[in-house]
């Protein structure tokens, strides 16, 4: 059983382009999740996601930043006109049921760099 | 809202050594989940163990036991016989268990093992 992918590793944007990256979670997993980590810093919630839905986006900028789970296809993370300050590393996590004792699998994560 | 705290941003130990390091949270709920994750240079997030605040008995992974005082919010990594491969970020989590399904991390201790 693969583990969550996540593609690209590494991304290099331009300011004011756009950034997309893929999450593919775990087989028979259903529930996403994707966090931000900045440079020195732990973890940082965005938004969680099951099939077709947003559940919890309480961690992702009103603005720019979009994510989805289309009933078929992995997760798209989708940052707009990125900025130097969204250089971070994006990982994924997946979970087969959104339980609390239930362990969330991470990705490899994607470094997105904004020149 | 619920905060981690890691107060120790760097630790360093000997090989075959024991170090503990130190979470404290901060929650008003009555049930919930806590984990601590390695982050080795890889960056890939690996769960090292986990806690159910219901359960009075410490959780215990081979080399990894935990120290949960529910009462303090207090949550420590205790790793026994330390070898090279522990060197690693390490990040403490929380998880409620009937609320929000997103983990809430620390900042994070920077484990180091000299030979």
């Known amino acids: 059983n693969a583990g969550v992918m996540q593609n690209p590793r590494h991304l290099v944007r331009r300011r004011g382009q756009e950034a997309r990256l893929r999450c593919s979670p775990m087989?028979?997993?259903?529930?996403v999740y994707w966090y931000r980590q900045l440079p020195e810093e732990g973890l940082k919630f965005m938004v969680y996601?099951?099939?077709?839905?947003?559940?919890?986006e309480s961690g992702m900028p009103k603005e720019r930043f979009s994510a989805e789970f289309p009933k078929e296809g992995p997760s798209i993370l989708r940052i707009q006109q990125v900025v130097r300050g969204d250089s971070a590393a994006y990982f994924c996590a997946s979970s087969p049921t959104s339980g609390g004792a239930v362990e969330q699998f991470f990705g490899p994560g994607t470094r997105l760099t904004v020149l | 809202a619920q905060t981690v705290t890691q107060s120790q941003p760097e630790m360093s130990v000997q090989e075959a050594e024991t170090v503990t390091l130190s979470c404290t949270y901060d929650t008003s709920e009555s049930d919930y989940y806590l984990f601590w994750y390695k982050q080795p240079p890889s960056r890939q997030m690996i769960l090292v163990i986990r806690?159910?605040?219901?359960?009075?008995q410490n959780a215990t992974e081979n080399r990894f036991s935990v120290n949960f005082q529910k009462a303090a919010k207090s949550f420590s990594l205790k790793i026994s016989d330390s070898q090279l491969g522990d060197a690693a970020m390490y990040f403490c989590a929380y998880r409620e268990d009937m609320g929000r399904r997103a983990l809430t991390f620390g900042s994070g201790t920077r484990l180091q093992v000299q030979p």
């Open positions: 996601l099951q099939k077709e839905n947003i559940i919890d």
């Open positions: 806690q159910e605040a219901y359960k009075q």
């Open positions: 087989k028979g997993h259903s529930h």
